[in-house]
């Protein structure tokens, strides 16, 4: 079981309107079980300070994708990163004389969009939604923005996606590993 952490978009801050600065409203906080509606936040980017997951908030909204959606295309031009509360994702891409080929599959916890860090940011893959997908989708151009005016905040959230990222590579490599075990020369 995972466990999960709330962030909340601008447009969903409950001490907007009343309550008490930084009150924490019933049922949130670090562990507890996910209510509807309630982002999930990766363990990574929970370990950021309160005050940059407020701000990283600054930078989110609420989506939602149909099954059998394209969320982005490979080559297009790589714009944003969602962080799945829901549902399931595939990741595809064409291999010459193999047709289209499923690399993996991304559920509810999952970061879904790397190719946005690169310097010359287009998707390497094709994503669609398998199943009804809810994400909060993270408005990368934005926080690239913000790298100016506070560096700081910039550099403990991509510290953080980073350290995400590199758990997903070395995933990657155990199951490479795995698949090429059966075809080892003897």
């Not at 969602?82 to 891409?93: D, E, K």
């Amino acid at each position: 079981m995972r466990t999960v952490h709330r962030l909340v978009s601008r447009r969903h801050r409950h001490h907007r309107g009343g309550g008490a600065a930084g009150a924490t409203p019933p049922g949130v906080g670090a562990g507890r079980p996910v209510n509807a509606g309630e982002p999930v936040l990766p363990a990574a980017l929970a370990a950021l300070a309160e005050k940059q997951r407020v701000r990283l908030a600054e930078f989110t909204t609420a989506t939602r994708f149909a099954p059998g959606a394209v969320v982005f295309r490979e080559n297009d031009p790589a714009t944003r990163c969602w962080l799945l509360q829901t549902g399931s994702v595939v990741l595809t891409t064409v291999v010459p004389g193999h047709g289209t080929v499923s690399l993996e599959t991304l559920h509810g916890g999952d970061i879904l969009g790397w190719s946005w860090l690169g310097t010359n940011p287009r998707w390497q893959f094709t994503a669609h939604a398998v199943t009804a997908t809810d994400a909060t989708e993270l408005d990368v151009i934005a926080l690239q923005a913000t790298a100016a005016d506070d560096p700081a905040f910039t550099y403990a959230v991509t510290r953080a996606l980073s350290g995400v990222l590199i758990a997903r590579l070395q995933s990657t490599r155990a199951r490479l590993l795995d698949l090429y075990a059966g075809h080892r020369q003897e």
